[in-house]
Every structure is written in structure tokens, then in C-alpha cells.
T-cell receptor
Framework: NAGVTQTPKFQVLKTGQSMTLQCAQD?????MYWYRQDPGMGLRLIYY???????DKGEVPNGYNVSRLNKREFSLRLESAAPSQTSVYFC????????????FGSGTRLTVV | SQQGEEDPQALSIQEGENATMNCSYK?????LQWYRQNSGRGLVHLIL?????REKHSGRLRVTLDTSKKSSSLLITASRAADTASYFC???????????FGSGTRLQVQP
């Protein structure tokens, strides 16, 4: 099925460890996004990529880096994980100007101990 | 900061009843969207209403938008147990390049 694929689905890290969350879309969308979801907080934007080759900070970028590898793939990297980064991470894709809505992946549940 | 704030935070109704959720926002928008999230899953786009529209329908969903009050409502008619989920509004704000999501309403439909 067409859509957005995220890996892994679950991950436990120790404080200070690093990891990369992978995201790939086959919708041929130009824009891709990383959000985190915490209880009672809704979704907060970490980084986004309006088009291949560009990335921009969102609301909560500290502690994260991203790479837009090509049109399909947008990865999120935690260089030195902290307990405050325990969250559910969602990748999404969409056409520019948010006209048609986003397609979301199923999420990565990350726990940092 | 959260742009959209949903009200109520949680709602429990019986199957067959209507469910109404509200969303308030603070700045000028190009459009407002509603998403559903089933437990443990990603968000699914339900409906989009543009800033120059006042009402929109899609199946059992009815969305209204009042830009003068900076508010929107989502009505689900004749609810079903399968409608049990969290519902989020998201705003496309003028000058921003990504949607801003609210904190959501948890809807429980009792069979």
C-alpha cells in the first residue's frame, strides 16, 4: 500500500546513545515532516523539509538532526539521547502549502532510560 | 506553542449519538484540518476546510469554521464504536510552512 513507512516501530536507548529514525514515502510528495507526540501536548514539529535538498527547524529542534536523503527519504537522528526525548515520533509527507493534508507513518515509540 | 486547542479534552457518548468537538486557534489561517488517531496508530486526515468556507460535509462528518471567532467544530453524526479515537485539529497558518496541531479530543463511543 502507498504511504509513509517508519522504522523502527519501537526502540529503547540508554542516555547518551545515538540512533537514526528512518522514514520513506512513496506518495511522490515534495514535503516531509518529523513530529513528536507527548501525552497532553499534541504533536510538535521537530524539523521539516519543504523539498528535496532543504531542511528547516520546527518548534522543538534541539537535540535532533535531519537528512533529506532524496525525495522519498527523510531521517531523524538523535546524537546523544536524553530521557526528555522519550516520545512517539511521527513522520509525515504532504504536498506544499498543506492543501491536501498530510499522510502519516505509524510512528516510532522511543524510550530513553 | 499550540495553535489549536480542542475542547473537550475527552468525550464519552453512546453509539448512535452525535459527537461535537471544538477547536480554537489564535492567528490567521489558510485552512483548518481535522485528523483522527486510533490508539497506537498514526494520524489519518479526515477533512479540510478553507478560510473562505463556513461549512463542509463528508459522509457523517460536518465541519464548521468561524474565522471571526477563530474557531471550528467537528460533528460526527450517528456515532459508531469504530469512531472511538482521538481527534486533532491542525491549522495551516499564514507564513508558516507546516501544520500546527492541537492537543486533541479523546472520543469514546460506548456500544
Amino acid at each position: 500500500n502507498a504511504g509513509v513507512t517508519q522504522t523502527p516501530k519501537f526502540q529503547v536507548l540508554k542516555t547518551g546513545q545515538s540512533m537514526t529514525l528512518q522514514c520513506a514515502q512513496d506518495m511522490n510528495h515534495n514535503s516531509m515532516y518529523w513530529y513528536r507526540q507527548d501525552p497532553g501536548m499534541g504533536l510538535r514539529l521537530i524539523y521539516y523539509s519543504a523539498s528535496e535538498g532543504t531542511t528547516d527547524k520546527g518548534e522543538v529542534p534541539n537535540g535532533y538532526n535531519v537528512s533529506r536523503l532524496n525525495k522519498r527519504e527523510f531521517s531523524l537522528r538523535l546524537e546523544s539521547a536524553a530521557p526528555s526525548q522519550t516520545s512517539v515520533y511521527f513522520c509525515a509527507s504532504g504536498e506544499g502549502q498543506q492543501i491536501y493534508g498530510y499522510t502519516f507513518g505509524s510512528g516510532t515509540r522511543l524510550t530513553v532510560v | 506553542s499550540q495553535q489549536g486547542e480542542e475542547d473537550p479534552q475527552a468525550l464519552s457518548i453512546q453509539e448512535g449519538e452525535n459527537a461535537t468537538m471544538n477547536c480554537s486557534y489564535k492567528t490567521s489561517i489558510n485552512n483548518l484540518q481535522w485528523y483522527r488517531q486510533n490508539s497506537g496508530r498514526g494520524l489519518v486526515h479526515l477533512i479540510l476546510i478553507r478560510s473562505n468556507e463556513r461549512e463542509k460535509h463528508s459522509g457523517r462528518l460536518r465541519v464548521t469554521l468561524d474565522t471571526s471567532k477563530k474557531s471550528s467544530s467537528l460533528l460526527i453524526t450517528a456515532s459508531r464504536a469504530a469512531d472511538t479515537a482521538s481527534y486533532f485539529c491542525a491549522t495551516d497558518e499564514a507564513g508558516r510552512r507546516a501544520l500546527t496541531f492541537g492537543s486533541g479530543t479523546r472520543l469514546q463511543v460506548q456500544p
